[in-house]
């Protein structure tokens, strides 16, 4: 009673991340009961997402597949000299929503691992040191997640740059806002305690 | 730096059930990382949903779109005198994957609902009516949900039957296998006490 249609389609589901059978059931039953153009929205918009989407050459960020350069950097509202540094694009994509940063971005296309042998090497790096150079950037802002991995990305680029005057920076670590201190744990609450903000 | 093809993308995967902007995100960003096969296998079998699942005109079950009445009720290992009663086609294949019933489905198509306007000629009823004259079938388990719409068109099945000796009865409601009872809420224990099953 389950035609080969629809179990190819929760098969294909399945690959999604987090989805188990009984949610790729669920949705392909879903979409069944709906009308076929919303199936066919989702095949089309699957098809065209790998082509559809480029990788800027200069910041490593998202682009549309037909710019070299993304508009983000090119645009000269965009200071420069200031880089917000991150793992992958999704990282610069959540800095970017709030709407607090003007500067541009640098993605370096994962973190150092020893582990998974992942060296400086295999990262943006060496562009991301040319960038310095090129715009004679001022301020980095290391936007590393706090694991080991990334940790030691931040460490290793902070090395990297020691006899510059470059300002560096990590993003805060403490309790999120609207967070209760009775429900923060420890280890952040240790963090907001050792980097507690000055007020007067 | 949101290229349009990841926007549409993510606007896509969000018309699936109990999937918001975060989830769809996640999903698009999670293929965008894998190689394109992946998203194309889905892509595809979206694209062949609709046309590859097809409605049994006999007992209204999903079937391969070629088969005018399903396979399953052709089958003569199926016992033709006793149906299960299922409001849509997925509760009949819940039904069969515990692999303990031996008999045929019917499915309703929605059930009785006078705020949705939803009347006896709206469902699959005059059918099943046809199909226990010519089947001469001698038992009838109404499998719809306990909501008020299930127990009423259970209600409605079973009067419009009245005049027949059919043996109809309903699905055992009670405690669910290994949950224990001190987790089981109150009106699914009442349930279970007025409905206890005579060991002797």
Redesign the interface.
């Known amino acids: ?6 179990e ?2 929760i ?3 399945r ?4 989805v188990g059978a009984r949610t790729a059931e ?7 009961t ?1 009308e ?1 153009g ?17 990788t800027c050459q200069k910041t490593f ?5 037909d710019e070299e350069i ?1 508009s ?1 950097y090119l645009d000269p509202k965009r200071d420069k000299q200031t880089i917000v540094v991150v793992s992958d ?2 990282d ?2 959540a800095i ?1 929503k709030t709407g607090e940063f003007k500067g541009t ?1 640098h993605v370096l296309g994962g973190l150092l691992s020893p582990i998974d042998n992942i060296t400086p090497d295999d990262l943006h790096i060496a562009q991301l040191m040319e960038r310095i150079k090129e715009d004679s950037v001022a301020e980095l802002i290391l936007a590393t997640n706090a694991s080991v991995e990334g940790e030691s990305t931040a460490m290793y680029i902070n090395r990297e740059l020691e006899e510059t005057d470059i300002k560096i920076s990590r993003l805060a670590r403490g309790i999120p806002v609207g967070v209760d201190i009775e429900y923060t744990d420890q280890i952040t609450l240790g963090r907001a305690l050792e980097h507690r903000q000055v007020i007067r």
């Open positions: 009673m389950f035609p080969k249609a629809l190819s389609t098969d294909a589901l690959t999604l991340p987090g669920r949705y392909a039953l879903a979409l069944l709906k076929p919303v199936s066919d929205t989702i095949a089309t918009a699957l098809s065209n997402l790998h082509s559809g989407v480029g960020v998202f682009t549309e597949p993304s983000h694009p999704l610069a994509l970017e971005y």
